[in-house]
């Protein structure tokens, strides 16, 4: 979907060498080298000028080596490069490109070719974006979690390289439930001035989904507390003790889902609900087990605790009463990093709201694909409760689709009984899935 296609456009234009990698290849290729020259005078017979080709690779490695380890010595943790900086770089990388086309080409080894192979892949891919490289660029230099250090060529705003793609063809429809604020897709995937945008009304029925803002309850860093968690975790069991089904709730970090959880087993509707926890790292197994926990038959009340644009927050289809409500805690914000820094600080220099594009707008698609996980046909009924008075901000409140406009305020006291209202409205109408 096309929401996703920013971030999708920044990683296939970007490009990164890690400097670890570089003395790893070359010990690699020095000992085919030293195969090389053991197989002199036997049936092997390597090509001589084959054999020089790779000595030669050996001392390019060795210098483009030198020139990271200085551009390490001169970062602390993060350093923006200017383009002619990266010149004496990238003619070495040109020569290393070249003669590891010569060492690949000659089949008569193979130890090591896996690993020098993928290196090979990685410097032609560095070449070919080092050639887009204009004003929708950074080049920066960075170190890892692993303390390992990387040059990176970040392509900050893909319009212009996807706009060359999407001008091969005759048109182009970009579609998505969650293009908003429609300004901000329309800047960076495309930049074409005629380029027009088409809001489709949506069928589905407003009055079968109830949407609730909660104005006592934040998932802000300084207001996290013991006390809050608790809060969240009333939260949770008074809406899915308003009908019995099956709900998730979306959490900011696990972290935070850990806090709320180990309150939530103190409680009482914790132990009458069958309660499912996302873990951080899941195999295609794992997720249809966690998914098939879902059944449209339920006899009980099912709730997922799950990661805010995580694997369960998008591209998941739970219809009809697989999926009855969603409680989103948070306004999907990214956690501030040095990259999302330097989004803020490029777009704050293009004239725009900076905070807006590296961290609001790509926070509220979040939310807003959440939410969509609860009404997936013009049948479905269902409950989004959206958890954090900063929902309530202009900032905020002016990105929601139109059709989230019959929203209730609550608060940990109201909410349950406004959810029961819905439902019990809902029923009185006889407004059932197939009707």
């Known amino acids: 979907e096309a929401h996703n296609l ?33 197989a002199q005078g036997s049936l092997f017979r390597p090509d001589p000028a084959l054999a020089g080709q790779v000595k030669k690779l050996v001392g390019h490695l060795g210098k483009i080596n030198t020139l990271l380890q200085q551009w390490k010595w001169d970062t602390r ?21 070249g003669e590891l086309e010569e060492l690949l080409g000659d089949d008569n080894w193979q130890q090591g070719r896996t690993e020098i192979l993928e ?16 004003d929708h660029y950074l080049i920066y230099c960075n170190f890892t979690e ?13 319009s212009k390289n996807l706009g060359e793609v999407t ?15 429609v300004q901000y897709y329309r800047k960076l995937l495309s930049v074409r001035e005629d380029d027009y945008t088409m809001y489709a009304p949506s069928p589905f029925d407003v009055s079968r989904r109830g949407l609730f803002v909660a104005r006592d309850v934040t998932s802000r860093y300084t207001a996290r507390s013991a006390d809050m968690y608790k809060k969240y975790a009333a939260y949770i069991g008074q809406i899915a003790g308003a009908r019995q089904g099956n709900y ?12 709320v959880l180990e309150q939530a087993e103190k409680m009482e509707w914790y132990a009458g609900a069958d309660v499912l926890v996302q873990l951080p790292s ?59 820094e330097m989004l803020r600080q490029y777009f704050q220099e293009q004239g725009e709201n900076g905070f807006d594009y590296a961290y609001r707008y790509p926070g509220m698609n979040k ?33 929601f689709p139109r059709e989230w406009s019959n929203r209730q305020l609550c608060t940990l006291q109201t909410v349950g009984e406004q959810v029961g209202a819905f439902w019990k409205r809902l029923s009185e109408a006889d407004l059932s899935p197939g009707e």
Do not use: W
């Open 6 to 38: 920013v971030e999708r456009g920044r990683s296939m234009f970007s490009a990164s060498l890690c400097k670890e990698d570089v003395p790893a290849v070359r010990k690699l290729v020095k000992n085919v080298l030293a195969l090389m020259e053991e």
């Open 77 to 97: 943790s993060i350093r923006v490069l200017r383009r002619q900086e990266l010149d004496d770089f990238e003619t070495l990388l040109l020569r290393i490109c």
């Open 119 to 134: 290196f090979y892949f990685q410097v032609y891919h560095f070449l070919n974006m080092a050639e887009l490289l204009d």
């Open 146 to 158: 692993e303390e390992k250090f990387y040059v990176n060529l970040f392509c900050v705003d893909p």
């Open 167 to 181: 001008a091969m063809g005759v048109s182009t429809v970009f579609y998505s439930a969650t293009l908003l604020p």
């Open 248 to 259: 998730m709730a979306f959490f900011p970090s696990y972290q935070f889902m850990e806090k």
């Open 282 to 340: 899941m195999g295609e197994k794992q997720r249809q087990d966690f998914l098939e926990q879902f059944r449209e038959d339920a006899s009980g009340t099912v709730v997922g605790f799950c990661i805010l644009g995580g694997i369960f927050s998008e591209g998941i289809d739970l219809a009809a009463d697989r999926l009855i409500g969603a409680m989103i805690v948070g306004t999907g914000l990214p956690q501030i990093d040095s990259r999302g």
């Open 367 to 399: 939310v807003l694909q959440a939410a969509g996980r609860v009404i997936r046909t013009v049948e479905d009924k269902g409950v989004v409760a959206l958890l954090d008075s900063r929902f309530l901000e202009a900032e905020n409140y002016t990105l």
